[in-house]
């Protein structure tokens, strides 16, 4: 059965730094999605994406926060300048087209701002 | 989306069925319910949804009252693999795709032996 992957499932990192994080969804599908959840509180959305743009973003995903879908398989999560609040499991998920509109969702990356 | 509530905990015996209730009493006559689960921190996954009729699949059953004021979501035998936090999500149904889920805090279904 086809399913989201990402990469790496843990992340440490120092305050200010750069990270990328990386989602392959499940191939045909056409609508993606980020979400976090901060350890022991609910799962957060962050971001949709559909078309190669932004569909809609929540007030957390502000200017630090971009993403991309850099060639066909690939969808990425960028944090410009990581703070200690970003640590959280980072979930991508994906969504095909047609009469079911069930989001599957990848197993996560775990990110640690030290 | 309208507002869901559920019970914070439930535990349930391995072989038993599992009823984790879910109340939408707000909810529009467009707007779907959806459950899924998440198993310790691992990504969420979806388990079934349905507008008014009830639904089953190889997973679960989703029963909906009459005035779909509110729903139970049925694991027929549970296992200990299922010990997972349930959510019970409300939503508008868009054609094609493309709504955000908004999670809420959901029930943790302990199963034991």
């Known amino acids: 059965e086809p399913e989201v992957t990402q990469t790496p499932s843990h992340q440490v990192t120092q305050m200010g730094q750069e990270v990328i994080l990386r989602c392959v969804p499940i191939s045909n599908h056409l609508y993606f999605y980020w979400y976090r959840q901060i350890l022991g509180q609910k799962v957060e959305f962050l971001v949709s994406f559909y078309n190669n743009e932004i569909s809609e973003k929540s007030e957390i995903f502000d200017d630090q926060f971009s993403v991309e879908r850099p060639d066909g398989s690939n969808f990425t999560l960028k944090i410009r300048s990581t703070k200690l609040e970003d640590s959280a499991m980072y979930f991508c998920a994906s969504l095909g087209q047609g009469r079911t509109d069930t989001q599957y969702f990848g197993p996560g990356t775990r990110l640690t701002v030290l | 989306d309208a507002k869901t509530t559920q019970p914070t905990s439930m535990d349930c015996a391995e072989g038993r069925a599992a009823n984790l209730p879910c109340n939408h009493s707000?909810?529009?006559?467009?707007?779907?319910v959806y459950w899924y689960r998440q198993i310790h921190s691992q990504g969420p996954q979806y388990i079934i949804h349905?507008?008014?009729n009830n639904e089953t699949n190889e997973m679960a059953s989703l029963i909906i009252t009459e005035d779909r004021k509110s729903s139970t979501l049925i694991l027929p035998h549970a296992t200990l693999r299922d010990t997972a936090v349930y959510y019970c999500i409300v939503r508008v149904r868009v054609t094609g795709g493309g709504n955000k889920l908004t999670f809420g805090t959901g029930t943790q279904l302990k199963v034991e032996l």
């Open positions: 707000t909810i529009s006559g467009n707007e779907y």
């Open positions: 349905g507008l008014k």
